[in-house]
């Protein structure tokens, strides 16, 4: 598999935030690309992937890369060792001096920072391009909040969800509050919220908050299959029906000014790729609702 990757990336080295400067002499984030596809993997499998802010920023600039990268159209996150993330590090959190929690607080825990949480990337509302989160182990406290963070999550079985947070008196700082019950739902977010209670991959698939629910050890690569599914279509078309979504689900403050944004962002794509589609479709590509490949499309434009 090793010989199919195009490029290979590693996040690490000196840090700096604010006038504190961390090294890394092991990468904590982890990018390489398979096919076109982004693969962001948290590198602290001997804490089970809890992310301290050296590893944040490793994220933030992981999928910064992924965001500017326009050859790349769908990531995955996942952890490496067999946890996906346990949290945020709160030993970390425990041993640090008051300067500097001072230059902590003012950058990850800045309830103006649009972009940057304690976890990473997680204060964006959306990232331009879709994002799957391939979970398995421990996916709790602020992992679970990179999870929710994705478009997609694909769950093994044998995974653990939760906010484990709840123990120590931690609260959700990176969007669970805010996507959890868009999700799944007031009800059933505020159960895990309120309890803190463990739910397995089964649990988490019946509750919708698993988008596929696969094996035990097979997360990635069920991941890489939905992304090599999402990659096939045209993609400024299906990325702005996304953005519909995304913005009729948390900006628009009625039905009208959602439906106005619809159809002036999505107006825009049928000259760029609708014409173009329809005529595929009157040459045959997919008739009877069958998903052709891109070498079969390219195949019959010839």
């Known amino acids: 598999m090793a010989s199919l990757f195009r490029s290979f990336k590693i996040f690490s080295s000196k840090i700096s935030i604010g006038n504190r400067s961390f090294s890394?002499?092991?990468?904590?984030?982890i990018v390489e690309e398979l096919n076109d596809i982004t693969l962001i993997g948290i590198n602290r499998p001997e804490k089970r992937n809890c992310v301290d802010p050296p590893t944040a920023i490793e994220l933030v600039t992981a999928f910064k890369a992924f965001e500017e990268n326009s050859n790349s159209p769908v990531a995955i996150l996942y952890g490496?060792?067999?946890?996906?993330?346990?949290g945020f590090d709160l030993s970390y959190l425990a041993t640090q001096g008051q300067d500097e929690k001072n230059i902590l607080d003012s950058y990850f825990f800045n309830p103006h920072n649009k972009e940057v949480g304690p976890m990473g990337p997680t204060r964006k509302q959306f990232?331009?391009?879709?994002?799957?989160?391939?979970?398995?182990?421990?996916?709790?406290?602020?992992?679970?909040?990179?999870?929710?963070?994705?478009?997609?999550r694909v769950v093994e079985d044998t995974?653990?969800?939760?906010?484990f947070c709840r123990r120590f008196g931690v609260p959700l700082l990176d969007g669970g509050t805010v996507r959890l019950p868009h999700l799944i739902g007031l009800s059933r977010a505020m159960d895990l919220i309120l309890t803190g209670r463990p739910i397995n991959g089964k649990e988490a698939f019946e509750m919708g908050l698993s988008n596929r629910l696969t094996s035990c050890g097979t997360a990635v690569g069920k991941a890489m299959q939905l992304a090599r599914s999402i990659a096939i279509h045209p993609q400024e078309c299906m990325n702005r029906d996304r953005m519909s979504a995304y913005n009729s689900m948390y900006c628009s403050n009625s039905f009208d000014s959602a439906m106005e944004y619809e159809m002036k962002h999505g107006i825009e794509i049928i000259d760029k790729e609708s014409v173009a589609g329809s005529i595929r479709f009157t040459n045959g590509v997919g008739r009877h609702g069958t998903f052709p490949g891109k070498d079969e499309i390219q195949k019959r434009e010839q």
């Open 159 to 163: 995974a653990i969800l939760g906010v």
């Open 24 to 29: 890394n002499d092991v990468a904590k984030v």
């Open 80 to 86: 490496k060792g067999g946890n996906f993330c346990s």
């Open 127 to 152: 990232f331009s391009k879709p994002v799957i989160a391939a979970v398995s182990g421990y996916a709790v406290a602020g992992g679970l909040e990179l999870a929710l963070m994705c478009d997609l």
